[in-house]
């Protein structure tokens, strides 16, 4: 009979546990999200200044000349 009274018990702290943690998280997530958005209040993104586009051809032509530039710079050294 003491054992089912132990098993009984143990089962009891086991759920009020979860349920502590699990009460703990939610109010952890309402924080994390209150942060957020006060956080996003009083310092917005900056928006991006937009750049010109350029030709595909012309920006892998400059790539790969700075790619070359730079392997013989070093292998000068």
């Known amino acids: 009979m003491e054992e089912v009274n132990l098993i009984g018990e143990s089962v009891k702290f086991m759920i009020l546990g979860m349920t502590v ?5 939610l109010i952890l997530v309402q924080i994390v999200k209150l942060q957020a958005k006060i956080i996003a209040k009083y310092f917005p993104d900056e928006t991006p200044v937009a750049t010109p586009t350029t030709s595909s051809q012309s920006d892998e032509s400059q790539r790969i000349a ?3 530039a730079a392997v013989t710079e070093f292998r000068k050294k």
């Not at 943690?21 to 998280?25: E, P, S, T």
């Open 66 to 68: 700075a790619i070359i």
């Open 21 to 25: 943690v699990f009460a703990f998280l």
